[in-house]
């Protein structure tokens, strides 16, 4: 079992720049793949963007190409996610979550362990 904590939320303006950090404790980091998911006012919970256990391989949503880096550090056990450029529409909570699976999935019910969430308000 790993557990989550979400670090780094708050209010930022359009065009801003926020860097959000995952830390995890628990059983050994590495086994796990991780993911970024976001939930806005009144939606879903959506995908953001994964990375792979060892941290060379990573995913993003459409939305988050070219805005947001995924990274992690296996040493520190955690995961961060910078967000450059944010635009009002980024206004979610931000979740991280862990899976099991060796496949860089894009779902949250892959994903069997997840954070608390931390604030992401975007205003214009």
């Known amino acids: 079992q790993v557990q989550l904590m979400e670090s780094g939320g708050g209010l930022v303006q359009a065009g801003g720049s926020l860097r959000l950090s995952c830390a995890a404790s628990g059983r050994t980091f590495g086994n796990y793949g991780m993911g970024w998911f976001r939930q806005g006012p009144g939606k879903e919970r959506e995908f953001v963007a994964t990375t792979s256990r060892s941290g060379t391989s990573t995913y993003y949503a459409d939305s988050a190409k070219g805005r947001f880096t995924i990274s992690r550090d296996n040493a520190k056990n955690t995961v961060d996610l910078l967000m450059n450029s944010l635009k009002p529409e980024d206004t979610a909570v931000y979740y991280c979550?862990?899976?099991?699976?060796?496949?860089?999935?894009?779902?949250?019910?892959?994903?069997?362990?997840w954070g608390q969430g931390t604030q992401v308000p975007v205003s214009s």
């Open positions: 979550a862990a899976t099991t699976s060796v496949v860089m999935y894009t779902t949250p019910h892959q994903y069997r362990y």
